[in-house]
């Protein structure tokens, strides 16, 4: 009975329980297919870049899986390529909840740290998937970004060169490594690897543009733009290219080959309003205002909607006086966007330029009303009262535009012009000199002292002698302060930054901020305040070699200024003890041997520029002068070859070679071509009319050497040499009286050729 019973009971338990069972599983099943459904068709969407429908799809498969860590994953990838940080920080943060030392959840959480600037717990995760895998490449390369943010260059170094052996990208491990070399100062590494970056990597154009701007930071003009040219023709169809091209050129002032660059851009890219924008730029600031418009119309007609385009044409037009076009393109701005506010300044700007200062006035108050601090609105307001003559207004207005905004310099020069019209003397000298003070701090001037691209613009000048490399050398180098800059500062005030205030303080290894304050001093001759702040520049550097070595060799400038040589001497000195592949010094010291006569010196101080890096030009061109000064013609050939083999635009090296030539009266054919392309490339100096004037002579071309040599002359009238060239040119045509002119005023001054002189003027009576 009981054991009957005991059966049934089994066999009943069994029938309940079996569906049951039945039921929870193939409930599992079907959550588990759905789960992977889902996560197939995400990954289906990510592969086609459709990354919207990727998120959805993965964020449906982790709402029927939350444990699902391939589920979190595929979602903050999506998220990541939405540029939804938030959304990928998120769903990353999930994973990790799920599995703590998930290394693509780590790595993306840090770099999102990174993108915060919090680098101590980007840090900590990147090391805890190293602990795990030591070789992970991708927490290697963050690591080593993480050290250079902070910097550890040494340790970024030592991670990029761990990286070499280990990762497939060694062109990205060369690049960074070579970042992290260029600014420890050893250039000559940084260089090296980038060449091997670009062979490892012969398709991929940022090797090729690393190396390139690598050339041209170093003053390397022929291999800069060689690189640029291969890097163009890996990727002839990339716009981008051609325009970075068209702006060297530009740089370089070869306007006709810019052009071209930028018109190719156009070709390549018809559809894209950027080209148009960089041409339309272009053509205007080399005057072509009919063609630039032309591009900024083009642009617009491409990009309708896109306000800022339009805002460029509008500036454009009130930049070129055409005021009925700024006006229509303004109000068609304003009408669609009313709270735009560059457009709004606009209006103003068009406003004050038609002379409508009441409209003016009443449009800054009217706009005003919603942005009480615009300074710029402020400033506007109060160059309008001035111009009615309200000058007390005019004063109120800007001063509070002063107070809204200290960083706006425009709105302090209008403000002192306000000052000097009402005779308010204390107030104009008390703002007067607040500007200096903020200039010397913020203005972050071009300065470039002793190196290659200041030898090169004062080699552009006559420099074919031992004379005219003295005169050369003991110019000041605080020459190449770019007072254009400075001059031309009204039109960028606005774009000063009020956090450039006591950025030296803060940031003691931002020497360009440094070298802009002691130029601006040397513009002013106070040599004494200018060194003082180079000696307390140099306690705070006096861990870090390479930028005190940057502090001497101003201070050597500075010294050299004043025509204190022994100072100057030891600061270049000290300069070159601490960074030995520092070229800048190098180029002091020979300024020093050439102003004392002790050419030998300057010749070894320029044979180790060239032991360093034997690509320059310019120390070429310079060794080629002292060799010809010293009769040594065979050796300052090969000088000038080698300097136009590094620069075949170097103007002042072809026109020495080719004025060498003449001078010995050989290869008179490659000299009349190397004098032609001097020409070309600079019209309108009278060194190169000399020289090709001189060249035309030694052929017997005597009204071709007459007519170069004539434009020379009414440059440099008082030129013993282009007087004496052009002289003989009329001796050799048979004009008398012309030649006894101009030889008889370069026997003024002493010349080589005194004694052929006197001679011809006897045997002309």
């Given at each position: 009975?009981?054991?009957?019973?005991?059966?049934?009971?089994?066999?009943?338990?069994?029938?309940?329980?079996?569906?049951?069972?039945?039921?929870?599983?193939?409930?599992?099943?079907?959550?588990?297919?759905?789960?992977?459904?889902?996560?197939?068709?995400?990954?289906?969407?990510?592969?086609?870049?459709?990354?919207?429908?990727?998120?959805?799809?993965?964020?449906?498969?982790?709402?029927?899986?939350?444990?699902?860590?391939?589920?979190?994953?595929?979602?903050?990838?999506?998220?990541?390529?939405?540029?939804?940080?938030?959304?990928?920080?998120?769903?990353?943060?999930?994973?990790?909840?799920?599995?703590?030392?998930?290394?693509?959840?780590?790595?993306?959480?840090?770099?999102?740290?990174?993108?915060?600037?919090?680098?101590?717990?980007?840090?900590?995760?990147?090391?805890?998937?190293?602990?795990?895998?030591?070789?992970?490449?991708?927490?290697?390369?963050?690591?080593?970004?993480?050290?250079?943010?902070?910097?550890?260059?040494?340790?970024?170094?030592?991670?990029?060169?761990?990286?070499?052996?280990?990762?497939?990208?060694?062109?990205?491990?060369?690049?960074?490594?070579?970042?992290?070399?260029?600014?420890?100062?050893?250039?000559?590494?940084?260089?090296?690897?980038?060449?091997?970056?670009?062979?490892?990597?012969?398709?991929?154009?940022?090797?090729?543009?690393?190396?390139?701007?690598?050339?041209?930071?170093?003053?390397?003009?022929?291999?800069?733009?060689?690189?640029?040219?291969?890097?163009?023709?890996?990727?002839?169809?990339?716009?981008?290219?051609?325009?970075?091209?068209?702006?060297?050129?530009?740089?370089?002032?070869?306007?006709?080959?810019?052009?071209?660059?930028?018109?190719?851009?156009?070709?390549?890219?018809?559809?894209?309003?950027?080209?148009?924008?960089?041409?339309?730029?272009?053509?205007?600031?080399?005057?072509?205002?009919?063609?630039?418009?032309?591009?900024?119309?083009?642009?617009?007609?491409?990009?309708?909607?896109?306000?800022?385009?339009?805002?460029?044409?509008?500036?454009?037009?009130?930049?070129?006086?055409?005021?009925?076009?700024?006006?229509?393109?303004?109000?068609?701005?304003?009408?669609?966007?009313?709270?735009?506010?560059?457009?709004?300044?606009?209006?103003?700007?068009?406003?004050?330029?038609?002379?409508?200062?009441?409209?003016?006035?009443?449009?800054?108050?009217?706009?005003?009303?919603?942005?009480?601090?615009?300074?710029?609105?402020?400033?506007?307001?109060?160059?309008?009262?001035?111009?009615?003559?309200?000058?007390?207004?005019?004063?109120?207005?800007?001063?509070?535009?002063?107070?809204?905004?200290?960083?706006?310099?425009?709105?302090?020069?209008?403000?002192?012009?306000?000052?000097?019209?009402?005779?308010?003397?204390?107030?104009?000298?008390?703002?007067?000199?607040?500007?200096?003070?903020?200039?010397?701090?913020?203005?972050?001037?071009?300065?470039?002292?002793?190196?290659?691209?200041?030898?090169?613009?004062?080699?552009?000048?006559?420099?074919?002698?031992?004379?005219?490399?003295?005169?050369?050398?003991?110019?000041?180098?605080?020459?190449?302060?770019?007072?254009?800059?400075?001059?031309?500062l009204k039109a960028e005030y606005d774009r000063l930054m009020s956090e450039f205030n006591r950025i030296l303080e803060n940031n003691p290894d931002r020497l360009n901020v440094f070298e802009s304050i002691i130029l601006l001093h040397a513009a002013r001759k106070e040599y004494d305040v200018a060194q003082a702040k180079c000696d307390r520049q140099l306690e705070r550097l006096k861990d870090k070699p390479l930028l005190a070595a940057r502090v001497y060799n101003i201070k050597g400038g500075l010294h050299l200024a004043r025509n204190s040589i022994d100072q100057a001497r030891e600061a270049f000195d000290r300069a070159i003890s601490l960074a030995p592949d520092f070229q800048k010094p190098y180029y002091g010291l020979a300024r020093l041997y050439?102003?004392?006569?002790?050419?030998?010196?300057?010749?070894?101080?320029?044979?180790?520029?060239?032991?360093?890096?034997?690509?320059?030009?310019?120390?070429?061109?310079?060794?080629?002068?002292?060799?010809?000064?010293?009769?040594?013609?065979?050796?300052?050939?090969?000088?000038?070859?080698?300097?136009?083999?590094?620069?075949?635009?170097?103007?002042?090296?072809?026109?020495?070679?080719?004025?060498?030539?003449?001078?010995?009266?050989?290869?008179?054919?490659?000299?009349?071509?190397?004098?032609?392309?001097?020409?070309?490339?600079?019209?309108?100096?009278?060194?190169?009319?000399?020289?090709?004037?001189?060249?035309?002579?030694?052929?017997?071309?005597?009204?071709?050497?007459?007519?170069?040599?004539?434009?020379?002359?009414?440059?440099?009238?008082?030129?013993?040499?282009?007087?004496?060239?052009?002289?003989?040119?009329?001796?050799?045509?048979?004009?008398?009286?012309?030649?006894?002119?101009?030889?008889?005023?370069?026997?003024?001054?002493?010349?080589?050729?005194?004694?052929?002189?006197?001679?011809?003027?006897?045997?002309?009576?």
């Amino acid at each position: 009975m009981i054991s009957w019973y005991k059966q049934v009971n089994s066999r009943l338990l069994l029938v309940l329980v079996v569906p049951l069972m039945v039921i929870i599983v193939s409930g599992c099943g079907s959550d588990g297919s759905r789960s992977r459904a889902h996560l197939d068709n995400g990954r289906e969407f990510f592969e086609k870049e459709d990354y919207h429908q990727a998120a959805v799809s993965y964020r449906r498969a982790a709402a029927v899986d939350p444990g699902s860590v391939e589920a979190w994953t595929g979602l903050g990838r999506a998220c990541v390529r939405l540029g939804d940080i938030k959304g990928a920080n998120e769903a990353y943060q999930r994973a990790i909840a799920i599995v703590p030392d998930h290394a693509e959840a780590l790595l993306n959480l840090a770099r999102f740290d990174m993108l915060a600037g919090n680098t101590a717990p980007a840090e900590e995760r990147t090391r805890r998937v190293l602990r795990s895998a030591p070789e992970n490449t991708e927490a290697l390369f963050l690591l080593a970004d993480i050290y250079n943010r902070t910097g550890r260059f040494p340790q970024a170094g030592e991670t990029y060169e761990q990286l070499l052996p280990l990762t497939a990208d060694r062109a990205r491990a060369l690049m960074g490594l070579a970042r992290i070399q260029a600014r420890t100062g050893d250039p000559l590494s940084a260089l090296m690897n980038l060449e091997e970056a670009v062979s490892s990597a012969p398709d991929a154009m940022e090797p090729r543009l690393l190396l390139f701007n690598y050339y041209y930071g170093q003053g390397d003009f022929p291999n800069a733009e060689k690189v640029l040219a291969q890097a163009v023709e890996a990727h002839p169809e990339t716009p981008a290219l051609r325009i970075l091209l068209g702006k060297y050129y530009f740089n370089r002032q070869r306007m006709a080959e810019a052009e071209a660059a930028f018109l190719e851009a156009v070709r390549l890219a018809p559809d894209q309003a950027g080209a148009y924008l960089v041409a339309g730029k272009f053509y205007s600031a080399v005057s072509k205002p009919e063609t630039a418009v032309e591009m900024f119309r083009k642009a617009g007609r491409l990009n309708p909607q896109d306000v800022e385009v339009t805002t460029m044409l509008a500036e454009f037009y009130l930049d070129n006086k055409l005021i009925d076009d700024a006006r229509r393109t303004i109000d068609g701005i304003l009408e669609k966007h009313p709270a735009y506010f560059p457009a709004r300044l606009l209006k103003v700007r068009s406003l004050l330029m038609a002379q409508h200062y009441d409209q003016a006035v009443a449009l800054c108050d009217e706009y005003l009303k919603g942005n009480p601090a615009a300074d710029q609105l402020l400033v506007s307001k109060g160059v309008a009262h001035a111009a009615k003559g309200d000058l007390a207004a005019a004063e109120r207005v800007l001063a509070e535009a002063v107070a809204v905004a200290p960083a706006n310099i425009n709105a302090k020069f209008r403000l002192l012009d306000v000052y000097l019209k009402q005779d308010k003397v204390e107030q104009a000298q008390k703002l007067n000199q607040d500007m200096i003070s903020f200039l010397h701090e913020n203005f972050d001037v071009t300065v470039i002292l002793g190196d290659t691209k200041l030898d090169r613009e004062k080699a552009q000048k006559g420099l074919d002698s031992l004379d005219s490399l003295s005169r050369f050398a003991s110019a000041s180098p605080f020459d190449r302060l770019n007072t254009e800059q400075a001059n031309n500062l009204k039109a960028e005030y606005d774009r000063l930054m009020s956090e450039f205030n006591r950025i030296l303080e803060n940031n003691p290894d931002r020497l360009n901020v440094f070298e802009s304050i002691i130029l601006l001093h040397a513009a002013r001759k106070e040599y004494d305040v200018a060194q003082a702040k180079c000696d307390r520049q140099l306690e705070r550097l006096k861990d870090k070699p390479l930028l005190a070595a940057r502090v001497y060799n101003i201070k050597g400038g500075l010294h050299l200024a004043r025509n204190s040589i022994d100072q100057a001497r030891e600061a270049f000195d000290r300069a070159i003890s601490l960074a030995p592949d520092f070229q800048k010094p190098y180029y002091g010291l020979a300024r020093l041997y050439i102003i004392n006569k002790d050419i030998d010196s300057a010749v070894r101080q320029y044979q180790s520029l060239l032991n360093r890096d034997p690509r320059q030009p310019v120390p070429y061109l310079l060794l080629g002068v002292m060799h010809k000064t010293k009769n040594d013609y065979p050796a300052a050939e090969g000088y000038y070859r080698k300097a136009l083999e590094m620069d075949p635009h170097f103007v002042q090296a072809a026109n020495n070679l080719a004025y060498l030539l003449a001078e010995q009266g050989r290869q008179l054919e490659e000299a009349v071509t190397l004098a032609l392309r001097a020409r070309e490339l600079k019209p309108d100096d009278p060194y190169v009319l000399d020289t090709l004037g001189w060249v035309y002579y030694r052929q017997g071309k005597y009204d071709d050497a007459i007519r170069e040599l004539r434009l020379s002359a009414e440059q440099l009238p008082d030129s013993a040499d282009v007087n004496y060239h052009l002289g003989m040119a009329y001796y050799g045509k048979g004009d008398a009286v012309s030649a006894r002119q101009y030889l008889e005023k370069a026997m003024q001054s002493a010349h080589p050729a005194a004694v052929e002189i006197r001679r011809i003027l006897s045997e002309l009576g």
